[in-house]
């Protein structure tokens, strides 16, 4: 996310999730350098979850265009790197009971991929 400024009173501005594969090329720098969970929105296929297996890592996904609201499930955020670019700088968050869902396990399970395979499955074939 590209959190606004908060303000008064608030902890972050509004926090809406960023499209995960822009960020995937990231993904190696930030498991090497122990982060374990990812939220953001949008699929991942490929090499991008075999990075979660390989690191133990979970990919959570938060519905876009709820950034206010998702912000108030913030308790604590702050700068771990690159505060020169605002915004887009790198945060540790503390949230509560945060709507997210686990779309990539740690073992790579996908959900996306699953529940189109079941929906597939599950319809009734077209005459």
Do not use: C
């Not at 090329?25 to 296929?45: D, N, S």
């Not at 075999?50 to 979970?58: D, I, L, M, Q």
């Not at 945060?91 to 529940?115: C, K, M, W």
């Amino acid at each position: 996310m590209g959190p606004s400024p908060p303000k008064p009173g608030q902890v972050i501005g509004s926090a809406g999730p960023t499209t995960t594969a822009r960020m995937a090329r990231y993904l190696p720098a930030l498991f090497e350098a122990g982060v374990r969970g990812i939220i953001g929105k949008g699929e991942l296929h490929g090499e991008d979850v075999s990075r979660f297996v390989k690191h133990g890592a979970v990919y959570f996904a938060a519905i876009g265009g709820l950034g206010a609201l998702l912000a108030r499930q913030i308790s604590t955020a702050s700068v771990v790197a690159y505060d020169d670019l605002g915004p887009e700088a790198l945060y540790a968050l503390e949230v509560y009971a945060f709507p997210s869902v686990v779309i990539i396990d740690r073992q790579g399970a996908n959900f996306h991929e699953t529940s189109r395979a079941r929906w597939r499955t599950a319809r009734p074939s077209q005459p």
